[in-house]
């Protein structure tokens, strides 16, 4: 039931772009995005509940599509502060019901060089 | 408060010692979860309440590990007879329901 994301890490330079995969073998509720620094605790980015939806905060954006059971997360113009692991977690359901907790995928490690 | 507080930050016990992980969450979150988080991993879900119902144990790997929120606030992850195994970072969050989770800080158990 873990959703599996990739690529496991990406290396950017500041200024570049990055998309994050997200993907599941069971129909999806929702999908939440979320980054965890070294040391720290994850930290919340956006959530989707909506097939097709798509949400945007600063310069980091997320689709969700439903039939594929999949989400991408995107970075657009990477700064030194976007380091760190990216985590997707799925919940589970169907015809609008939510199946309650979150799963989360294995993580990417995104690295910003100046 | 401000944030999901967790207490102990750390915690070294001996095997077979029974350990008590508090979680205090945000005020007013209907839902609490708590995970445990491998070096290098993804959170592990563990269990969850709404309010002070347990909804989901399906993620506690044996009946050594219990939790409670019997006010629906405060909650207790219990691990009885610790093994080594049960070393890890453990994780509470909470969240109104159909947002974000916020997760605490962690307790970091470690178990000799």
């Known amino acids: 039931q873990q959703p599996v994301q990739s690529p496991q890490a990406v290396i950017l330079r500041e200024g570049e772009d990055a998309v994050i995969n997200c993907s599941s073998s069971k129909a999806l509720y929702s999908v939440h995005w979320y980054r965890q620094k070294h040391g720290e605790a994850p930290v919340f980015l956006m959530i989707?509940?909506?097939?097709?939806e798509q949400k945007g905060h600063d310069k980091i954006s997320a689709s969700f599509n439903e039939k594929k059971q999949q989400s991408s997360l995107y970075l657009t113009a990477s700064q030194l502060s976007y380091s760190g692991t990216y985590f997707c977690g799925t919940e589970i359901g169907a015809g609008g019901t939510s199946y309650g907790k979150l799963t989360f995928g294995q993580g990417t490690i995104l690295t910003v060089h100046p | 408060g401000a944030g999901v507080s967790q207490s102990p930050r750390y915690k070294v016990t001996k095997r077979g010692q029974d350990v008590a992980l508090r979680c205090d969450p945000i005020s007013g979150h209907v839902s609490l979860y708590w995970y445990r988080q491998a070096l290098g991993q993804g959170p592990e879900f563990l269990t969850y309440f709404n309010y002070e119902a347990q909804q989901d144990k399906s993620g506690l790997p044996n009946d050594r590990f219990s939790a409670e929120r019997p006010e629906g606030s405060i909650s207790t992850l219990t691990i009885q007879r610790t093994e080594q195994r049960d070393s890890a970072m453990y994780r509470c969050a909470s969240s109104p329901q159909q947002v974000g989770y916020t997760f605490g800080s962690g307790t970091r158990l470690t178990v000799v």
């Open positions: 989707l509940l909506k097939g097709g």
